[in-house]
Nanobody, 121 residues
Framework: QVQLVESGGGSVQSGGSLRLSCAASEGTYVTTCMGWFRQVPGKERERVAV???????YYGDFVKGRFTISRDNVHNTAFLDMNNLQPDDTGLYSC???????????????WGQGTQVTVSS
């Protein structure tokens, strides 16, 4: 059973930055793709950013160049650097891992515990 341990998140003011980390317990086929989805109030869960082990990255349309996802394959850890955060970015951010990158959260069998991101105006 793959375990994903998340860190980071918290509260910032509008325009601020945060970094999320997600460490996987193994670097195998099932963690080929790692990244984050978020659940914001009033909306369905949506992809924030995911990246494959080869470095391909995919972002949600709302990111608009503000976030950067990266990955340390040696330590099976993914990072999400979020800049210019806005109040609309407030929500629960959850790390996910799966055998391939997809915008569909159902494609990811493994999930972290989630971390709250709160952006105040």
């Amino acid at each position: 059973q793959v375990q994903l341990v998340e860190s980071g998140g918290g509260s910032v003011q509008s325009g601020g930055s945060l970094r999320l980390s997600c460490a996987a317990s193994e670097g195998t086929y099932v963690t080929t793709c790692m990244g984050w989805f978020r659940q914001v109030p009033g909306k369905e869960r949506e992809r924030v950013a995911v990246t494959s082990r080869s470095g391909s990255a995919y972002y949600g349309d709302f990111v608009k160049g503000r976030f950067t996802i990266s990955r340390d394959n040696v330590h099976n850890t993914a990072f999400l650097d979020m800049n210019n955060l806005q109040p609309d970015d407030t929500g629960l951010y959850s790390c996910a891992a799966g055998p391939y990158c997809s915008p569909d959260s159902g494609s990811y069998p493994y999930w972290g515990q989630g971390t709250q991101v709160t952006v105040s105006s």
